[in-house]
């Protein structure tokens, strides 16, 4: 059976997107609920996969990773088997933040963070280049964020 959510759910997980360290007791008071129901609708949000974790978003120039890269790949063959050893390999890379099979003129588009120029370069020369089965490589450099959110928008939860 699904789970309705309400307009207090939405609140709930409009709430958490923006802060997941809120206190409970906080929370309970935006949203006026007492602690105890609060609570309980976060944790039934968790159950029911609502939330799928709770993590610290960090500044990337802080932690001295100033340059995101956008990667379009091709591959020679979009075949099952090589999109899923593409995307093994690509899951363990740390520089690789974003990774999407595509449709359209190219296969993949992936967002790497690193600190430098030199740093992107043996990032290709080292790693991407030496993955079989490529065909196309082409490498777009952000000069800004103009946009960055992690807060998905919610209003049609509640639309029927």
């Known amino acids: 059976m699904a789970y309705l ?17 809120i206190p409970n007791i906080e929370l309970a008071e935006k949203v006026c609920l007492s602690p105890s129901p609060c609570s309980r609708r976060v944790k ?8 799928k974790r709770a ?9 001295g990773l100033p340059v995101s890269v956008f990667i379009q790949v091709t591959l020679n063959h979009q075949v099952k088997k090589e999109l ?14 974003e990774c ?9 588009l992936l967002r790497v ?20 089965g490529i065909d196309h ?5 952000s000069l800004k964020q103009v946009r960055y959110r992690t807060e998905l928008p919610l209003d049609q939860l509640l639309e029927k």
Do not use: C, H, R
Not at 5 to 21: F, P, S
Not at 44 to 51: C, P, R, V, Y
Not at 117 to 124: M, S, V
């Open 100 to 108: 999407y099979l595509m449709t359209g003129d190219f296969d993949y």
């Open 5 to 21: 959510l309400d307009a207090i759910d939405k609140k709930i997980l409009e709430i958490l997107q923006e802060d997941a360290t």
């Open 55 to 63: 993590v610290t978003l960090l500044e990337p120039e802080k932690v």
């Open 113 to 132: 963070v690193v600190p430098n120029l030199q740093a992107y370069q043996e990032f290709l020369d080292k790693k991407l280049t030496e993955l079989p």
């Open 84 to 97: 899923q050893d593409f995307e093994s390999v690509i899951g363990q890379w740390p520089e690789v933040m």
């Open 44 to 51: 039934n949000l968790n159950e029911q996969g609502f939330i």
């Open 137 to 141: 490589i082409k490498s777009s450099f």
